[in-house]
């Protein structure tokens, strides 16, 4: 059995969004890391993926799974029971997230300050 995933591990004012280095698309990172200690079950990892709605949650791991990053197991009991788990190539990724969060650590403020001066800047159409 996993220990249970921390609901704050991901700090909901982190600016997540701004980081230039994704891998697959905004939340794929995030479950990645949620996988590293194990099998997870859906209602496992929402807990910590604050923000993330069931429906773009299962989207995710479905491409994740289509990338081969992780395998879908379903058990046949009742109620039924579906468990995600890292593959191999999927955590060959954990080295390079681990890599992504260590330079915005140093480099976020940076260009987050970067990005408002761009976009304060006169004659600058408004950030959609």
Request: proline share 11%; net charge positive.
């Amino acid at each position: 059995m996993t220990t249970p995933l921390d609901p704050d591990m991901f700090d909901p004012v982190c600016p997540s969004n701004a980081m230039p280095i994704q891998i697959g698309d905004k939340w794929t990172g995030m479950v990645v890391l949620c996988l590293e200690g194990g099998p997870r079950r859906f209602s496992e990892l929402k807990a910590p993926l604050r923000g993330i709605t069931p429906k773009v949650l299962t989207q995710t791991l479905r491409a994740m799974e289509r990338d081969g990053l992780v395998t879908r197991t379903a058990y046949d009991e009742n109620p039924p029971r579906v468990e995600y788990e890292l593959t191999p190539l999927g955590r060959s990724l954990l080295t390079l997230v681990a890599a992504a969060r260590a330079w915005s650590r140093d480099h976020l403020p940076a260009l987050l300050r970067a990005r408002e001066a761009h976009d304060a800047a006169p004659g600058r159409p408004l950030r959609v």
